[in-house]
């Protein structure tokens, strides 16, 4: 039963691997069009910044989590910090997007116990939290990866809540329901 459990919690880091970089990749492919053609997008490249969509499209991601992105604007007259939810506060982002994080975490969940082939609930908050050893490094990592820098000025998801978030409460929730749900469904259809 060690090796099942093992096994199990593999299955769920990878899976949070795996969520992760699928969720930022489903969200590339929704938001990044807007992105691109975005005021914000288009004034950061003329700056001089280069090519930066791909990182915005990193700020929307850590949005679907309930994170916000911190833009400190050193310039006279519109200077400041400000903490922005873009898909809140957006016109052309789909609030669809929220349910991007949470669908792939629970995924995750589920697949670690279906792979170990678990059916008691005891396992399942086994399993379910490690999700969270495969999605919190790339959280953090990210976090920092999106921060975008024009001259003074500033851009990144906010680091406490990336962390706190998108990186520990969302993979353990999600990746805990979707593998109780997970054993629940086993036990149903009768798998020992």
Request: charged share 5%; aromatic share 8%.
């Amino acid at each position: 039963m060690a090796s099942n459990t093992v096994r199990g919690a593999t299955a769920a880091a990878g899976g949070g691997v795996a969520a992760y970089l699928l969720g930022y990749l489903f969200t590339y492919i929704l938001a990044g069009p807007s992105i691109q053609e975005s005021d914000l997008n288009q004034i950061i490249e003329a700056v001089g910044e280069g090519n930066v969509a791909w990182k915005l499209v990193g700020w929307v991601f850590y949005n679907a989590h309930g994170v916000t992105t911190t833009v400190d604007i050193d310039a006279p007259f519109i200077g400041g910090t400000d903490v922005v939810n873009f898909i809140a506060q957006g016109d052309g982002l789909s609030p669809v997007l929220y349910m991007i994080p949470p669908a792939l975490l629970f995924g995750a969940g589920l697949l670690g116990v279906s792979i170990a082939g678990m059916t008691d609930l005891g396992d399942a908050l086994t399993i379910g939290p490690a999700v969270t050893i495969g999605y919190l490094p790339l959280a953090v990592a990210g976090a920092m990866l999106f921060s975008v820098s024009v001259g003074s000025s500033s851009g990144a998801p906010t680091l406490v809540t990336a962390v706190g978030l998108a990186g520990l409460v969302y993979p353990l929730l999600f990746g805990t329901a979707g593998a109780a749900i997970g054993v629940v469904l086993a036990g149903r259809n009768g798998r020992q």
